[in-house]
């Protein structure tokens, strides 16, 4: 009886195809088997610039975030840069007394927090790309993202989409680089896009659409820092329901149509669908962004205080989830620590 060997007992393995451990043993063939890497260039880090020029507060429920005035955005973003941060996405929050009113007239103050910020940081860090967050929510009395018919409280869309697209258009003229609507307001993508045409800056302003942010509980620590929860109500009517995965890819295909330049889903982990459909509906042609917002990032940090796992095994592997899924841009408060542990 012939002796069996090692080469030929191979044969008797079902598919030569099922043999696969090879293939990512080594740390550097399991890399290769990654469709993207998460670099630093993919990083987008989100700063709440408070109208106080002097404040520096801890956002007690969103781990080591602050809310800044101008006075401390260089000396806070100095290292960063240095470290390799490419991208900052601002959001203003107005503090003063009486500075909230029902059209968010506040939002596009030449001397408000975004655009005083945007100018700030063009002057000292040339190489940074600044994406303006262009929203009312922080602005308004209501709290609300746009315009309320007086009847009803609901959005006024058509008076919303004007105001909407007149900030855009006055933080494009700033300077910044992306203008980046999160109103859920329909029609406000081609509205935008054709002011910057107009206005002769289209050719440098690129414009990324919230496409797809979905209404639900994990904006809580965002509107502790932003100062932006709605007075009344919530935002259902207007933000998409956590199970319609139609409407998301509805407004991914009306967005791409009206001109955006780059498609972003939000929340990111509870989506990761979705960020797939934005990619396969765009089919690869647009950048598709993801946010990890503020909930996400927080019990990340909960489960990590809790013993549950370790900080940053889950930070990346909960980023790397969200590439897989088809992001190629992520905007994610774990930036800082990313830039340490990130060696490109």
Same mark, same amino acid.
């Given at each position: 009886?012939?002796?069996?060997?090692?080469?030929?007992?191979?044969?008797?393995?079902?598919? *030569?195809?099922?043999?696969?451990?090879?293939?990512?043993?080594?740390?550097?063939?399991?890399?290769?088997?990654?469709?993207? $890497?998460?670099?630093?260039?993919?990083?987008?880090?989100?700063?709440?610039?408070? @109208?106080?020029?002097?404040?520096?507060?801890?956002?007690?429920?969103?781990?080591? $975030?602050?809310?800044?005035?101008?006075?401390?955005?260089? /000396?806070?973003?100095?290292?960063?840069? =240095?470290?390799?941060?490419?991208?900052?996405?601002?959001?203003?929050?107005?503090?003063?007394?009486?500075?909230? @009113?029902?059209?968010?007239?506040?939002?596009?103050?030449?001397?408000?927090?975004? *655009?005083?910020?945007?100018?700030?940081?063009?002057?000292?860090?040339?190489?940074?790309? +600044?994406?303006?967050?262009?929203?009312?929510?922080?602005?308004? /009395?209501?709290?609300?993202?746009? *315009?309320?018919?007086?009847?009803?409280?609901?959005? =006024?869309?058509?008076?919303?989409?004007?105001?909407?697209?007149?900030?855009?258009?006055?933080?494009?003229?700033?300077?910044?680089?992306?203008?980046?609507?999160? @109103?859920?307001?329909?029609?406000?993508?081609?509205?935008?896009?054709?002011?910057? +045409?107009?206005?002769? +800056?289209?050719?440098?302003?690129?414009?990324? /659409?919230?496409?797809?942010?979905?209404?639900?509980?994990?904006?809580?620590?965002?509107?502790?820092?932003?100062?932006? /929860?709605?007075?009344?109500?919530?935002?259902?009517?207007?933000?998409?329901?956590?199970?319609?995965?139609?409407?998301?890819?509805?407004? +991914?295909?009306?967005?791409?149509? =009206?001109?955006?330049?780059?498609?972003?889903?939000?929340?990111?982990?509870?989506?990761? @669908?979705?960020?797939?459909?934005?990619? =396969?509906?765009?089919?690869?042609?647009?950048?598709?962004?993801?946010?990890?917002?503020?909930?996400?990032?927080?019990? %990340?940090?909960?489960?990590?205080?809790?013993?549950?796992?370790?900080?940053?095994?889950?930070?990346?592997?909960?980023?790397?989830? %969200?590439?897989?899924?088809?992001?190629?841009?992520?905007?994610?408060?774990?930036?800082?620590?990313?830039?340490?542990?990130?060696?490109?």
């Amino acid at each position: 009886m012939p002796v069996q060997t090692a080469s030929s007992s191979f044969d008797t393995a079902p598919n *030569i195809s099922s043999h696969l451990h090879g293939g990512y043993h080594h740390p550097l063939s399991r890399s290769w088997q990654a469709e993207r $890497q998460l670099t630093k260039s993919m990083l987008i880090y989100p700063l709440f610039i408070s @109208d106080q020029r002097d404040e520096e507060t801890l956002i007690p429920s969103l781990p080591n $975030q602050h809310r800044r005035g101008l006075n401390k955005l260089v /000396s806070f973003l100095k290292p960063l840069v =240095e470290k390799g941060l490419q991208s900052v996405i601002l959001f203003g929050v107005p503090t003063a007394s009486g500075v909230k @009113d029902p059209k968010g007239t506040a939002a596009d103050d030449p001397q408000g927090p975004v *655009i005083g910020g945007i100018k700030m940081l063009r002057e000292n860090f040339p190489q940074l790309f +600044i994406v303006a967050d262009v929203c009312l929510c922080e602005y308004t /009395s209501h709290g609300h993202c746009g *315009i309320l018919r007086d009847e009803d409280g609901s959005l =006024e869309n058509v008076l919303s989409v004007e105001r909407i697209s007149d900030v855009a258009l006055a933080y494009a003229r700033a300077g910044a680089h992306c203008v980046a609507p999160s @109103d859920m307001n329909d029609g406000r993508i081609a509205a935008i896009k054709k002011k910057l +045409i107009a206005d002769g +800056i289209a050719h440098r302003v690129l414009l990324m /659409s919230y496409a797809a942010k979905f209404a639900g509980c994990l904006y809580g620590p965002f509107r502790d820092a932003a100062n932006s /929860s709605p007075s009344f109500g919530d935002r259902k009517c207007y933000q998409l329901p956590p199970t319609g995965r139609g409407l998301a890819r509805r407004a +991914i295909r009306r967005d791409v149509l =009206e001109g955006a330049d780059v498609i972003m889903v939000k929340p990111a982990s509870a989506y990761l @669908d979705i960020i797939s459909d934005a990619r =396969e509906i765009t089919r690869a042609e647009l950048p598709v962004a993801a946010y990890q917002v503020s909930g996400e990032f927080a019990m %990340i940090h909960a489960g990590a205080r809790a013993g549950v796992f370790d900080l940053k095994t889950m930070a990346l592997e909960s980023t790397q989830g %969200i590439l897989r899924a088809g992001a190629t841009i992520v905007i994610s408060y774990f930036t800082p620590e990313f830039l340490d542990w990130l060696t490109l």
